[in-house]
């Protein structure tokens, strides 16, 4: 089994600097508008010959209210028609991607996100899901992880039968927190009530897993009421949850210049949240995985970083890292052999492309020798803590220290400090180093210093 964290407050202070959370390599920072839809097709022409398994995700960008917190790309409106011409639009980008792929490839995973997926009428996911069928591999014997976002507010028990029906045995609860006070400051008015209500109904139907998300750092919390949150989620006993360092950046995202800088607490509180938050997780059974994300000890994602198969892409921690991940609707981001690429993020500009019958590809990124190293030692680190010296020269045809040369100083002062154990084989992260392995990874980013950190959330 996998050491526990270690608290070192010393150490977190120290090294908890702004970052990527690499979710790729290199990161979203890094793309640009040169990657056009020709590179997307000849990107999906290679999966095609290698007969690659697929992982879906398809974006759903409405919510009928605003939550001040959030920096997802979304649309605010209480008009459901406004999902029609969307949806359209949508199908159309399906049967463009589907026809360059082959149907014996099988679509391993898929995941609705928003927004709010369930904004989405009965009918409308009805026939999304059945268009999805008829252009792509889907499994039909439940053994593929199917994902959807759940907002308890738009969802009850017949919402929940009708995502059993179609196909998916995986849901995502938004929670955030349960105190209403915190809960008023962020616009967001959820009862335990109607978040337990749709957890039973997953468990009575027969959903695989449940993973709840909260937020600490939000206005009015304190380490007294966010720890009875923690305490009420953790007697709801999901399967996974993702604890989120709230980034306060209204500069850059409009919906939270409506918090209060004021109520926020402080950076002293923030770390005492996550501190109890890990003591009242850990005495509960879970294991934390990395990046904000816990789970039961029988979990998948348990069990794939026991066995060093853990992987991470836009999705988050996976097992599905073998997967081509094509990304569908606004803003959407695929990733497919050493492509990266995304859809326009304006609603309007995503519409338009494909209405001239046009991929909505806007920006992306095709990696060089140099990213596949680096994006194999990062991935390595961030998702099974350790790393193998000699599977990466053999991979790469490199000598490990020699092409890392000039960040091996870099390396020593973290084993000296104790967030690493480093010699001539192996970099193992070390249980006061797993809560700072952001800033490990970020040793071996070749991009960082040629942005403004302010651009990425704080580590911790």
Same mark, same amino acid.
């Given at each position: 089994?996998?050491d526990?964290?270690?608290?070192?407050?010393?150490?977190?202070?120290r &090294?908890?600097?702004a970052?990527?959370?690499?979710t790729?390599?290199p990161?979203?920072?890094q793309?640009?508008?040169q990657?056009s839809?020709f590179d997307l097709?000849?990107?999906?022409?290679d999966?095609?010959?290698?007969?690659?398994?697929?992982?879906?995700?398809?974006h759903?960008p409405?919510?009928?209210?605003?939550? &001040?917190y959030?920096a997802?790309n979304?649309?605010?409106?209480?008009?459901?028609?406004?999902?029609? !011409?969307?949806?359209?639009?949508?199908?159309?980008?399906?049967?463009?991607?589907a026809?360059h792929?082959?149907?014996?490839?099988?679509?391993?995973?898929?995941?609705?996100?928003g927004?709010t997926p369930?904004?989405?009428?009965?009918?409308?996911?009805? =026939?999304l899901?059945?268009h999805?069928r008829?252009?792509?591999?889907?499994?039909d014997?439940?053994s593929?992880?199917?994902?959807?976002?759940?907002?308890?507010?738009?969802a009850d028990?017949?919402t929940?039968g009708?995502l059993?029906?179609?196909?998916?045995?995986?849901?995502?609860?938004?929670?955030?927190d349960l105190?209403?006070a915190v809960?008023?400051?962020?616009?967001?008015?959820?009862?335990?009530?109607?978040?337990?209500?749709?957890i039973?109904?997953?468990?009575?139907?027969?959903?695989?897993s449940?993973?709840?998300d909260l937020i600490?750092?939000? !206005?009015?919390q304190?380490p007294?009421?966010f720890?009875?949150t923690?305490?009420e989620v953790?007697?709801?006993?999901?399967?996974?949850?993702?604890?989120f360092?709230?980034?306060?950046?209204?500069?850059?995202f409009m919906?939270?210049?409506?918090?209060?800088?004021?109520?926020?607490?402080?950076?002293?509180?923030?770390l005492?949240?996550? =501190?109890?938050?890990?003591e009242?997780l850990?005495?509960?059974?879970?294991?934390?995985i990395?990046?904000?994300?816990f789970?039961?000890?029988?979990?998948?994602l348990?069990?794939?970083?026991?066995e060093?198969?853990?992987?991470r892409?836009?999705?988050?921690?996976?097992?599905?890292g073998?997967?081509?991940?094509?990304?569908?609707?606004v803003?959407a981001?695929?990733?497919?052999?050493?492509?990266?690429c995304?859809?326009?993020?304006?609603l309007?500009q995503?519409q338009n492309?494909?209405?001239?019958a046009?991929?909505?590809?806007?920006?992306?990124?095709?990696?060089?020798?140099?990213?596949?190293?680096r994006?194999?030692v990062?991935?390595?680190?961030?998702?099974?803590?350790?790393l193998?010296l000699?599977?990466?020269?053999?991979?790469?045809n490199i000598d490990?220290?020699?092409?890392?040369g000039?960040?091996?100083?870099q390396?020593?002062?973290?084993?000296?400090?104790g967030?690493?154990e480093?010699?001539?084989?192996r970099?193992t992260v070390?249980?006061?180093?797993?809560?700072?392995v952001r800033?490990?990874c970020?040793?071996?980013?070749a991009?960082l210093e040629?942005?403004?950190r302010q651009r990425f959330?704080?580590?911790?």
């Amino acid at each position: 089994m996998l050491d526990a964290i270690r608290w070192d407050t010393d150490l977190i202070r120290r &090294y908890d600097l702004a970052g990527p959370r690499y979710t790729s390599y290199p990161t979203a920072v890094q793309f640009h508008s040169q990657i056009s839809p020709f590179d997307l097709l000849h990107a999906l022409r290679d999966s095609r010959k290698a007969v690659r398994p697929l992982s879906l995700y398809v974006h759903v960008p409405f919510c009928a209210n605003i939550c &001040y917190y959030c920096a997802c790309n979304k649309v605010i409106t209480k008009d459901r028609g406004r999902a029609l !011409p969307y949806l359209q639009r949508l199908e159309q980008e399906i049967q463009l991607i589907a026809c360059h792929l082959d149907p014996a490839q099988k679509v391993e995973q898929l995941h609705f996100g928003g927004g709010t997926p369930t904004f989405l009428s009965h009918d409308e996911l009805r =026939q999304l899901m059945a268009h999805l069928r008829k252009h792509f591999n889907l499994l039909d014997d439940d053994s593929g992880d199917y994902g959807i976002e759940i907002d308890p507010r738009e969802a009850d028990w017949s919402t929940m039968g009708l995502l059993r029906e179609l196909g998916f045995n995986r849901v995502s609860i938004g929670l955030q927190d349960l105190d209403p006070a915190v809960q008023r400051a962020v616009n967001r008015l959820q009862s335990l009530e109607e978040t337990r209500a749709v957890i039973d109904a997953a468990r009575t139907l027969q959903f695989r897993s449940i993973n709840i998300d909260l937020i600490y750092g939000l !206005p009015k919390q304190t380490p007294e009421n966010f720890a009875r949150t923690v305490d009420e989620v953790i007697n709801l006993q999901p399967d996974r949850l993702s604890v989120f360092n709230y980034a306060h950046l209204p500069e850059r995202f409009m919906p939270q210049r409506r918090i209060n800088s004021n109520e926020l607490p402080t950076p002293a509180q923030k770390l005492e949240m996550l =501190q109890r938050t890990i003591e009242q997780l850990t005495t509960a059974g879970y294991r934390y995985i990395g990046m904000d994300h816990f789970a039961l000890a029988d979990d998948e994602l348990a069990i794939a970083q026991e066995e060093s198969t853990l992987q991470r892409n836009f999705q988050g921690y996976t097992t599905h890292g073998h997967c081509d991940l094509i990304g569908l609707g606004v803003s959407a981001i695929s990733q497919i052999g050493d492509l990266y690429c995304q859809n326009n993020s304006d609603l309007n500009q995503y519409q338009n492309a494909l209405a001239s019958a046009q991929l909505a590809t806007s920006r992306g990124l095709l990696c060089n020798a140099d990213d596949r190293v680096r994006r194999a030692v990062i991935q390595q680190l961030i998702c099974n803590l350790s790393l193998e010296l000699v599977q990466i020269e053999r991979a790469f045809n490199i000598d490990f220290q020699g092409y890392f040369g000039e960040l091996w100083p870099q390396l020593q002062g973290m084993a000296k400090d104790g967030l690493i154990e480093l010699d001539s084989e192996r970099i193992t992260v070390l249980p006061a180093g797993r809560l700072l392995v952001r800033s490990v990874c970020m040793v071996f980013d070749a991009y960082l210093e040629q942005h403004n950190r302010q651009r990425f959330s704080r580590v911790i």
